[in-house]
């Protein structure tokens, strides 16, 4: 764990959790387009939220392995397709506004390597 002030963490079980919901209900089709994009801008409305939920769409895509560094994970989210960064709030011309703190403008501390399960990580940005 850090010890830092100025770090804010996020558990990601209820990232995970949240995902699965927001997949469950996009999957269902249920209800109007409106309520799950809605959905999907809540759980994305902070940039350590957008971090972690593209970290465990990396895990997702790479069995379920954590991002080795920085530049792969970046490179990952740039060929992310845009339309999905656009509605979570990232603009994929600005991936490296992404990993900066709104609150104090520093850059947050990501664990990469992190081995994830279906519910997530452990920490992996804080």
Same mark, same amino acid.
């Given at each position: ?14 990232i ?14 249920? /209800?109007?387009? $409106? +309520?799950?994009?809605?959905? #999907?801008?809540?759980?994305?409305q ?6 972690? =939920? ?17 530049q ?6 740039? /060929?992310?397709? $845009? +339309?999905?960064?656009?509605? #979570? ?11 900066? =703190? ?16 279906m ?6 940005v804080?």
């Amino acid at each position: 764990m850090w010890d830092k002030p100025h770090t804010s963490s996020i558990r990601c079980l209820p990232i995970g959790l949240a995902l699965l919901m927001l997949a469950g209900s996009i999957v269902a089709g249920c /209800g109007d387009s $409106a +309520s799950s994009e809605s959905a #999907i801008a809540a759980a994305n409305q902070l940039n350590i939220q957008r971090l972690a =939920n593209l970290y465990f769409a990396f895990q997702l895509k790479n069995e379920l392995r954590g991002p080795p560094n920085e530049q792969a994970f970046k490179e990952f989210l740039r /060929g992310y397709d $845009a +339309s999905k960064l656009n509605r #979570i709030g990232v603009d994929p011309n600005g991936i490296d506004d992404l990993f900066i =703190n709104e609150r104090d403008g520093r850059p947050f501390e990501i664990r990469y390597g992190v081995r994830g399960s279906m519910m997530g990580s452990s920490e992996p940005v804080s």
